[in-house]
């Protein structure tokens, strides 16, 4: 296969600096955002004490989601062997180091006590997920980094096949853990399923793969790098499959509890009575997360369909985390079976939440992040190839 | 303290309590713990409520908020509750009872085990608590109850309590009164429903076979709420 | 890190230092102020507390909240006790007794966002 060459992008433009300027802003009003609910109190947010995780959650989770899959397509190459992929490798890299670092900054700026991360850093107890997710986090940062030393570094090319295995494993641990986190939760219906961990590891190849792909196509079309179609098709098809297993993974769930007599109350909320949250899942999630994509993937082949079929992907994939996650918290926890149960703390009534100003702040600074990271990064180190033209790549496999 | 002077103790204080008035029981416990003592595993503390006693009053919840300093700002979904009453009507008799829940002090915490700091904790007396000390105030602890017993502080707290602290940005829940259990009292809820409520609730060792809640939880029946989950609960109900 | 930082300064403010330095920032900035109206000693020699009161705290609030040891001795209720102000009831508030030399230190307490900072005067007075 012909030697790939990568180049730093120019990064000089007046486009570029545009960018970086929207995106600062973007962050700037997410620490405000922040700095206002750490200094008012999480009153001022949409949240309550029986939506504890609302708005800044729902694209925390989804940025950690997204930046395990990102690195999927790294791992197709060094791990799969797949030399197609070989010249992406770098971005997939970047961008599941800078999608984390957007998730957890929204993460970490959300607690109660942010001043307080030290203790988190200190204390650990080893039976939470959280704690294992802080070092699986952290770990990850290492490991992608590592491993992209050895893409980066001629020398070491030939380590990277084994550091992207590890890399990989440590992403479908990493993934495992972020589902676990709801799906240990024996106390919720909603949640309490081993079957969250795999969905979770689909929805991170969807998602990942999605922003991979926006995040491609902006920079070589920005850059005036030539991209083929050998390269999207690749990515089209492979996107469609991603999104046609989570569906299936969805289906299974909402069938499995369908088919549980004391979980009927559960999925007449999530799917037909709950108000905001069927209705997100169908339009949002199905329809324009699912279905939609699923169409413009393979039914066309036209670079606009691929573009708007990953826009869809992802916010299909907001709208079933905000399902998932706010979702799960409205439907009142079954404390007493066979009762109807009410109190001045809301038992038995499905909890209002509305996302506030501030939280959707945070969230979207969050994302800003990540891009801003990602646009400066791929300005300081050659991570994007000079082209991905058809006869640049490795045709070998296409 | 050996378990023989713990029983002569507790029949003592029974004895007092008796002759002080009869249902009116101002002392509860054996005897306080010395500030030098810490707290044990012999001991199990725990909550026997009576819902066939439990009438539409709400003594114990007052009761609780004023000890523990729990003010509201008029926003009732963010406000802290410690305690709550509870209505249950049966979907298909319409029988109706009420009764209060708080934290259910679980010998197995969901709370506890997902606490990434380890700042929910069960102290080796069974009072599961949060050190607000290492809270981060992530909320996972909210997320993991069966109970719904936790609140979020959501907004800055003056005016606490000496011996209840409470801040902004950490979680917190019933403590079983455990500033007054170490001095040897009983939890505010139980004092004031036995003072001016329905009498319907008792506080004790689950443990010693000398206390009230013990005898009556070894000769009566009764349950635990979410027995399903297997928490073993340190608050247990009769007549639910 | 930070406490034991800020606690290395301020003995290193208070007992050393040249006579004229003193002087000059002592114009320039407040100085904190002790004024301890309850007589008698402390829990420890005053250069021991102005050293190590954050650590004996630390290590007293860990004993009182996870085992249940409520020994007064090193408690934040007796601080608060003997050194809140005996206009205000408080340590905290400009003349505070842990406010103003925190202040001097620049280094911010946690102590009290959660624990009053008064004293309990009328739950003693009370017969």
Redesign the interface.
């Known amino acids: 296969m012909a030697r790939v060459h990568y180049r730093e992008i120019e990064g000089g433009s007046g486009g570029y600096y545009a960018l970086l300027g929207a995106l600062a802003a973007l962050i700037f009003a997410g620490l405000v955002a922040a700095w206002t609910m ?1 200094h ?4 001022v947010t949409g ?4 939506i ?2 609302g708005t800044p959650h729902v694209f925390a989770v989804f940025l950690i989601v997204a930046a395990s899959g990102a690195l999927n397509v790294a791992s197709i190459a060094s791990v799969f062997g797949r030399d197609l992929y070989k010249p992406l490798a770098r971005l997939s890299g970047l961008l599941a180091v800078t999608l984390l670092a957007g998730g957890l900054a929204v993460l970490v700026l959300d ?4 001043d ?2 030290i ?2 850093m200190t ?3 080893f ?5 294992w997710n ?1 070092f699986l986090y952290t770990g990850f940062f290492a490991v992608v980094g590592v491993y992209m030393w050895t893409l980066f570094e001629r020398r070491l090319n030939l380590y990277s096949k084994g550091v992207g295995l590890v890399a990989l494993l440590w992403r479908l641990v990493l993934t495992t853990g972020t589902g676990s ?1 709801f799906g ?5 219906e909603p949640y309490d399923s081993a079957l969250l961990a795999p969905l979770f590891i689909v929805m991170s190849f969807s998602f990942g793969l999605a922003i991979f792909v926006l995040v491609l196509m902006a920079a070589c079309g920005w850059t005036g790098r030539a991209l083929g179609e050998v390269v999207l098709k690749r990515l089209r098809e492979l996107l469609g499959v991603f999104v046609a297993t989570v569906l299936y993974f969805v289906a299974v769930h909402h069938l499995t509890n369908l088919y549980i007599a004391r979980q009927h109350d559960l999925e007449r909320f999530f799917l037909w009575e709950g108000g905001v949250y069927p209705a997100l899942f169908w339009f949002g999630q199905v329809l324009i997360g699912g279905l939609l994509p699923l169409l413009l993937l393979f039914g066309t082949a036209s670079r606009r369909a691929l573009a708007a079929a990953a826009l869809c992907v992802i916010l299909g994939g907001l709208a079933q985390l905000y399902v998932l996650i706010i979702g799960g ?1 409205a439907y009142p ?1 079954r ?2 079976p ?10 038995g009534v499905v909890a ?1 939440y509305a996302p506030s100003l501030p939280e959707v702040a945070l969230g979207a600074g969050g994302v800003a992040l990540a891009l801003a990271l990602t646009a400066v990064a791929l300005k300081v180190l050659p991570f994007l190839p000079r082209s991905l033209a058809d006869g640049d790549v490795g045709g070998s496999t296409a | 303290m050996n378990p023989h002077r713990r029983q002569l103790l507790g029949w003592g204080a029974a004895a007092a309590g008796a002759a002080l008035a009869p249902g009116l029981r101002l002392i509860e416990l054996a005897q306080a713990r010395s500030p030098q003592e810490a707290a044990s595993k012999l001991q199990r503390w725990g909550l026997l409520i009576d819902i066939t006693k439990c009438t539409d009053c709400d003594v114990c919840v007052t009761a609780c908020h004023e000890e523990n300093g729990v003010s509201g ?1 008029g ?7 410690w305690i ?9 008799t319409g029988y109706a009872q009420t009764l209060p ?1 708080m934290c259910q002090h679980c010998e197995d915490p ?1 709370c ?8 929910s904790f069960r102290r080796d007396d069974g009072i599961v608590l949060v050190d607000k000390h ?7 602890c ?7 017993a ?7 707290v003056s005016g606490q309590k000496a011996g209840v602290p409470r801040g ?4 917190e829940s019933c403590t079983l009164c455990v500033h007054r259990v170490d001095r040897g009292q009983t939890p505010a809820c139980v004092e004031a429903c036995n003072r001016d409520g329905g009498k319907a609730m008792a506080f004790g060792d689950l443990n010693d076979p000398a206390a009230e809640i013990h005898r009556r939880l070894k000769s009566e029946p009764s349950s635990q ?2 027995a399903d ?1 297997a928490l073993n609960t340190g608050v247990r109900y009769q007549g639910l | 890190m930070m406490r034991i930082a800020a606690g290395i300064v301020v003995a290193a403010l208070m007992a050393a230092g040249c006579a004229d330095a003193e002087e000059k920032r002592a114009r320039r900035i407040a100085l904190p102020v002790f004024k301890i109206e309850k007589g008698g000693t402390c829990v420890a020699p005053i250069e021991e507390m102005r050293r190590d009161h954050m650590t004996m705290l630390l290590h007293q609030r860990d004993r009182t909240v996870r085992q249940g040891l409520r020994e007064p001795r090193n408690s934040l209720g007796n601080c608060i006790e003997c050194h809140a102000s005996r206009e205000t009831g408080s340590v905290l508030g400009k003349e505070g007794f842990c406010a103003s030399c925190h202040a001097y230190a620049s280094v911010s307490i946690d102590c009290f966002e959660c624990h009053t900072p008064l004293r309990r005067q009328r739950t003693a007075a009370r017969p």
């Not at chain 1, 008012?40 to 009153?43: A, L």
């Not at chain 1, 066979?338 to 038992?347: A, P, R």
């Not at chain 2, 926003?75 to 509750?81: F, G, I, S, V």
């Not at chain 2, 506890?112 to 700042?119: F, H, L, N, Q, R």
């Open positions: 750490e008012e109190g999480h009153y949240m309550s004490n029986r504890v995780w607690l109660g006590r942010p307080r991360l203790v988190a204390h650990y107890n039976k939470s997920i959280f704690a802080i986190i240990f939760l024996v106390a919720r918290q926890q404390i007493f066979d009762k109807e149960v009410s109190s001045s703390f809301f038992d209002a | 700002h926003r009732p979904a963010t406000d802290a509750q709550r009453k509870v209505s249950l009507r049966d979907k298909r829940l969901p506890v085990d997902v606490c990434p700091t380890g700042a290492t809270c981060i105030g992530c909320r996972y909210v997320m993991a109850c069966p109970y719904g936790r609140s979020v502080v959501h907004e800055a902004k940005g950490t979680v709420v979410r989950l």
